[in-house]
């Protein structure tokens, strides 16, 4: 059981984005300036601090969080989208006229029980 997925839209946007900027990496904002948003940067670009957990990837793109968010979201799978509309400000999806959007779900006791444990920065 992945513990963050992405729609076609999505993998669509990474691919587009991929191609434009080279590896990338992905960041869950916790609020702040650009709300909720998953942040997409150039692998590289963000530092990374000792609190920060790896949930998975999208398409070979590393997706990350800080631990004390994962915390509030551990019992639920992130799914990742595209839609119409402006990226976060620091987000390499600003300006393409696309977004990604965070959807979510609650995992059943029993993928729950067989998730693995994420890893640290």
């Known amino acids: 059981m992945e513990r963050v997925v992405a729609t076609a839209a999505a993998l669509e946007l990474i691919a587009a984005l991929r191609v434009r900027h080279g590896p990338l990496l992905f960041f869950q904002s916790g609020g702040c300036c650009d709300g909720s948003a998953p942040m997409c940067y150039p692998a590289g670009e963000f530092a990374l ?40 400000m620091f987000s390499l999806d600003n300006g ?26």
Request: glycine share 14%; net charge negative.
């Open 96 to 121: 393409t006229g696309r977004r990604f959007l965070l959807r979510s779900r609650l995992f059943s006791d029993a993928e729950n029980a067989a998730l693995l444990p994420v890893r640290g920065a």
């Open 49 to 88: 601090g000792d609190t920060d957990v790896r949930l998975g990837e999208l398409d070979g793109v590393p997706f990350y969080m800080g631990r004390d968010q994962f915390e509030y979201w551990a019992h639920t799978q992130l799914i990742i989208d595209a839609v119409d509309g402006n990226g976060g």
